[in-house]
């Protein structure tokens, strides 16, 4: 059953970069039409307010709820149908949507009473990507393998952030280099599994960006404007993203990310040095007040940035995202990564560049979210 499930949600990848919209777009034209008249500066809305039968997430903005069942999804290791009848997401039908409700009870519960209020007990811990919960420690057939070894540097060997990002921005090819580009312009393919999709990204300084996958059924894009974010899917109304979405994707959309780094966050704390394929790089956090830290990764040798990690929280727990950067090469005196992979416990995709353009003209009307379709009467959400 889980395998069919599995096999399901890759094709679910190629809808959409984030999955958010998949969720949101299945709960019928009535939540998202909600969400796009919610622009981002307005008070937000309510759970209770946008959906129908809400009885534990009261008072949770309602921008976090789909966060939040992706956050289940990936700690039982299920779909949405493990509790959900089809289009009818307020329906109870389900035992385990009950029992799910129950599980929420006891957690707040257990965090409340016995960790003073701090989030250290969530879905994962007990369920580690499965729905029954194992009770009894386990006898291996084998010796476990022990981890791969990283020696352990004191933390006042390890470099200073500033200079792991001064380096970074060397290896790139160095501030007045990078500076000089006004648009970047990339075709390439994306790659989830068997599937293969064209994929064409557009970016435009400072901080404009679309990603557009051409799938058989239509374009599937993801995009920041300047302002905000958004996402849209074949035959879907586009949509503006959450707040913790949109900070997401203005971090992609800064073409001057190496650069502007040190002023993105508030602050840096390199903590560790790790192995990525067998070589070694920093772990650098970098925080911004209200927010989970990034996690940057450069690596020890070239300096470059190899990973980044970066969760958005939810109420019940965080979602982790990992892009890893690959294949640099120059482009106009600048390195940049022709492939990248970006990873969530429901699955991954790559996506290989294979031509790029950069100082070519981009029109601003490029990144601008398409207007909603009129209703028409009697339509039906897909
Ligand atoms: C393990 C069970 C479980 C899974 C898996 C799950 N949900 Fe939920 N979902 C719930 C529960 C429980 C509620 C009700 C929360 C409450 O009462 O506060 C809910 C509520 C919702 C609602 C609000 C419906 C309404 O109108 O009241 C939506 C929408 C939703 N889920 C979408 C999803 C999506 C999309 C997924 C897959 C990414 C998903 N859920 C996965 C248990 C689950
Ligand atoms: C303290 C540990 C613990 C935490 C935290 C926890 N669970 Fe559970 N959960 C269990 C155990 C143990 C079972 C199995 C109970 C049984 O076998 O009857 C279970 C069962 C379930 C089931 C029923 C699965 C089935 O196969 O029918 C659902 C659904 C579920 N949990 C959802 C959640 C959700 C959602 C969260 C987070 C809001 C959560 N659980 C947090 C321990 C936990």
Same mark, same amino acid.
């Given at each position: 059953m889980r395998r069919i499930f599995r096999q399901s949600s890759v094709a679910l990848i190629v809808f959409v970069f984030s999955l958010i919209l998949a969720g949101v777009g299945a709960c019928g034209q009535s939540a998202s039409s909600t969400a796009l008249q919610a622009a981002p500066t307005q008070t937000p809305k309510m759970a209770e307010q946008v959906f129908k039968n809400i009885q534990v997430l009261k008072g949770v903005p309602a921008d976090q709820v789909i966060p939040a069942m992706q956050f289940i999804a990936a700690s039982l290791g299920v779909e949405c149908e493990f509790c959900h009848v089809r289009n009818a997401f307020?329906? &109870? &039908?389900k035992d385990e949507k009950v029992t799910a409700r129950k599980m929420m009870q006891m957690m707040f519960t257990a965090n409340k009473e016995t960790f003073e209020g701090k989030r250290e007990v969530t879905c994962y811990t007990c369920h580690r990507g499965s729905t029954d919960p194992v009770g009894t420690p386990v006898i291996f057939e084998s010796e476990p393998k022990p981890a791969t070894e990283v020696a352990a540097v004191p933390s006042e060997n390890l470099p200073k952030a500033d200079q792991l990002i001064d380096k970074y921005v060397e290896t790139l090819g160095g501030k007045d280099a990078i500076l000089k580009i006004t648009s970047r312009v990339e075709k390439g393919t994306l790659i989830a599994g068997e599937m293969k999709a064209p994929v064409d990204v557009y970016a435009k300084a400072p901080d404009r960006r679309i990603a557009i996958v051409h799938m058989p059924g239509g374009d599937s894009s993801t995009a920041f404007d300047g302002h905000v974010g958004w996402l849209s899917a074949p035959g879907r109304p586009a949509r503006e993203m959450s707040a913790a979405e949109t900070d997401n994707v203005r971090m992609d959309a800064e073409l001057f990310f190496a650069t502007d780094l040190k002023q993105l966050f508030h602050s840096f704390r390199v903590r560790s040095q790790e192995k990525i394929n067998d070589r070694d790089a920093y772990v650098v956090f970098a925080f911004n007040e209200g927010k989970p830290p990034v996690k940057l990764y450069f690596d020890a040798q070239s300096g470059l940035l190899v990973r980044l990690m970066r969760y958005v929280d939810t109420p019940l727990g965080s979602n982790p995202t990992q892009i890893d950067f690959a294949d640099y090469r120059d482009a106009g005196g600048v390195k940049v990564p022709y492939r990248w992979t970006i990873a969530r416990p429901s699955g991954r995709f790559t996506i290989q560049i294979e031509e790029l353009h950069q100082n070519v003209p981009v029109d601003d009307s490029k990144f601008v979210m398409p207007p909603p379709p009129p209703v028409a009467a009697g339509q039906k959400s897909p």
């Open positions: 307020e329906k &109870d &039908d």
